[in-house]
């Protein structure tokens, strides 16, 4: 997506593959809505990000459970550490079970 840049830190696996990545938005920049059938972990490193589901300043950390769906973006800009692909359907975003 135009504005939105990903450095992968780590992969395993091909098509639903576990990755740990740095993102940036642009100012006013987004990504489409999409799902993480293996859940999904973002840290707010700077700036502030947004989806459907609220706005999250600097130090924010979000977990998306598995089959999640969002629509983010950011207005201001941000920097995130994002992990996909990692939480089992039947952990919760700690890893207990659920």
């Known amino acids: 997506m135009a504005g939105v840049e990903r450095r992968l830190l780590d992969r395993r ?7 740990t990545s740095i993102v940036r938005y642009a100012p006013g920049s987004r990504f489409e809505r999409h ?3 293996g859940g999904e972990e973002i840290l707010v490193l700077e700036g502030i990000f947004q989806d ?5 300043p600097a130090g924010s950390w979000l977990g998306n459970p598995p089959g999640s769906i969002h629509r983010p973006w950011s207005e201001p800009g941000c920097t995130i550490w994002v992990k996909t692909g990692h939480l089992l359907a039947s952990q919760g975003p700690d890893g207990a079970e659920a």
């Open 13 to 19: 696996g091909a098509e639903l593959a576990r990755a």
């Open 35 to 37: 799902s993480h059938g």
């Open 52 to 56: 459907d589901h609220g706005t999250y």
